[in-house]
């Protein structure tokens, strides 16, 4: 059974910095796909990053250049700087691994930044 745990999320002010974890169990993160996706008050989910197995990683064009994500495979976790946030990255933010066709969520953490 997958489990992904998700820490990290707050409110913080425009400008500032967030680091959101995502600890994997059932899931191996460097063989598998991983992302965050965000949903915004009144908006679709969306994909905000992903990292594939091979490492290779993409964007959403309105977070490039300033949210990094990254996975440590000791720990099995994945992780999501975001950096030089603004108050339209407010969100649930929420990980997401898939594994052979089978995908799983993790719960989801409130980023809320202020201006």
């Known amino acids: 059974q997958v489990q992904l745990v998700v820490s990290g999320g707050g409110l913080v002010q425009a400008g500032g910095s967030l680091r959101l974890s995502c600890a994997a169990s059932g899931i191996i993160v460097s063989i598998n796909t991983m992302a965050w996706y965000r949903q915004g008050p009144g908006k679709q989910r969306e994909l905000v990053a992903r990292?594939?197995?091979?490492?290779?990683?993409n964007y959403a064009d309105s977070v490039k250049g300033r949210f990094t994500i990254s996975r440590d495979n000791a720990r099995n976790t994945v992780y999501l700087q975001m950096n030089s946030l603004k108050p339209e990255d407010t969100a649930v933010y929420y990980c997401?691994?898939?594994?052979?066709?089978?995908?799983?969520w993790g719960q989801g953490t409130q980023v809320t930044v202020s201006s």
């Open positions: 990292i594939r197995s091979g490492g290779s990683t």
């Open positions: 997401f691994g898939s594994s052979y066709g089978r995908d799983s």
